[in-house]
């Protein structure tokens, strides 16, 4: 019985509230109804005033029709809008006799007492509703295998599910309808190294060269570089394109942080690097290069594509004093040149006093100049220099 008792108050509620209601008459107007619409059907005449003469009367029969329409309706809706009191007197008696046995036979009085059971989450609802997006999509791009915003939709979505070969698909697709885009290029590279496994692969960092060559500041392409070049141990890149980043996310204090501390990692590498080749180095003469390449001449090419460092003797034979082998992704590079690297023993740079250094990029991989290689000029140094000899590979061998 005393359930019934809450029950039963709960009831008396709506019904206060809707008595008064019920018992005065609903005043909804019909030329309140008629004055809105007129209203609207004016605003609609005037947006096709511009119009040709035959779209502007063609609007206007058309509106006029649907404002005629409308008013009628309305004159049959407003008869049925006026209950009297006597029916609010039947209403009333009518809702609780009825709603209680209702209740009663289709109801359940413990969810009442009892709270209801959370509501789990349907994850395979939401994987049946990706697949259902997927399919869609790929559907629509082979009606429209033109359409870039479907490749660039097709691409990121297949990122997000961890479709990375299809997202590679997708971005050469892309990049073939429109070619030379940073963005494109750049999610082109991060497709790439998560297809191989999350590395930072010879054709990811060929793409990612091609996006900064377009753009330098682009900062996808940025971190893509410099998370490689850490990856591959060439700090000294990682750091200059970390830098570059952190001048573009000065107002984003948490990002700005991050930068700082990989900034501050790669800068702790460099140094411990710099420490183990001078440990390393022999004692004699040792002459330190400092080699760069033209970033237009070395675009494209494999990071693996081989560089040689060059010693010889000034105005004398081609024969190497010293030979030094290095890949493409090691430059900018720092090294030092010692008798250790001489091809013979007889012949080396503690020999003379005069040298002549170079540098090339070998697309035949041997140390022998071809059509197409690209080298430096000769560098001619003597005795041994203080400050690192400064060389850049920018010219293509005719």
């Known amino acids: 019985m005393t359930f019934y008792l809450p029950f039963l108050a709960l009831l008396c509620v709506p019904v206060l509230i809707v008595l008064p209601a019920l018992r005065n008459r609903i005043q909804i107007t019909r030329e309140n109804h008629v004055g809105q619409n007129a209203a609207v059907a004016s605003m609609r005449m005037k947006e096709f005033s511009d119009m040709a003469d035959e779209v502007r009367k063609a609007a206007e029969v058309e509106i006029k029709s649907t404002l005629l329409e409308d008013t009628r309706h309305q004159e049959s809706r407003s008869a049925h809008l006026h209950p009297a009191p006597r029916q609010a007197v039947w209403i009333l008696l009518f809702l609780p006799l009825f709603s209680i046995p209702v209740y009663m036979h289709i109801g359940n009085s413990q969810l009442i007492l009892n709270p209801a059971s959370p509501v789990q989450p349907d994850s395979s609802r939401e994987s049946r509703d990706v697949t259902s997006l997927i399919a869609e999509l790929e559907n629509r791009l082979q009606q429209q295998p033109d359409n870039i915003r479907g490749w660039q939709l097709a691409a990121q979505t297949y990122m997000t599910v961890g479709s990375y070969d299809s ?17 494109h290029l750049a ?30 500041t682009h900062q996808q392409a940025l971190w893509l570089s410099a998370l490689g070049a850490s990856s591959v141990g060439n700090f000294e890149l990682a750091t200059r394109q970390l830098k570059s980043l952190r001048d573009q996310v000065q107002d984003e204090p948490e990002t700005l942080q991050l930068l700082q501390e990989l900034i501050a990692r790669n800068q702790e590498s460099m140094e411990k690097e710099a420490s183990t080749v001078q440990r390393s180095q022999p004692s004699g003469k040792t002459i330190t290069v400092q080699v760069s390449a033209t970033p237009q001449l070395v675009e494209g ?14 105005d004398g034979p081609p024969a190497p004093l010293a030979v030094s082998r290095h890949r493409l992704e090691e430059l900018p590079l720092t090294f030092a040149l010692s008798r250790k690297h001489a091809m013979t023993a007889e012949l080396n740079i503690e020999k003379f006093d005069a040298i002549e250094i170079l540098a090339r990029i070998s697309l035949s991989g041997k140390p022998q100049a071809i059509s197409g290689d690209i080298q430096s000029k000769p560098v001619t140094v003597f005795g041994t220099p203080t400050a690192p000899v400064d060389i850049e590979i920018n010219s293509v061998v005719p």
């Open 167 to 183: 997202a590679v698909q997708a971005y050469k697709v892309l990049n073939t309808l429109d070619p030379g885009v940073p963005d």
């Open 187 to 216: 999610g082109w590279a991060d497709a790439t190294i998560m297809a191989a496994g999350n590395v930072y692969t010879e054709s990811a960092e060929g793409l990612v060269m091609r996006a900064l060559a377009v753009d330098p």
């Open 301 to 314: 090419l494999p990071s693996s594509t081989t560089v040689y460092i060059i010693a010889r003797v000034a």
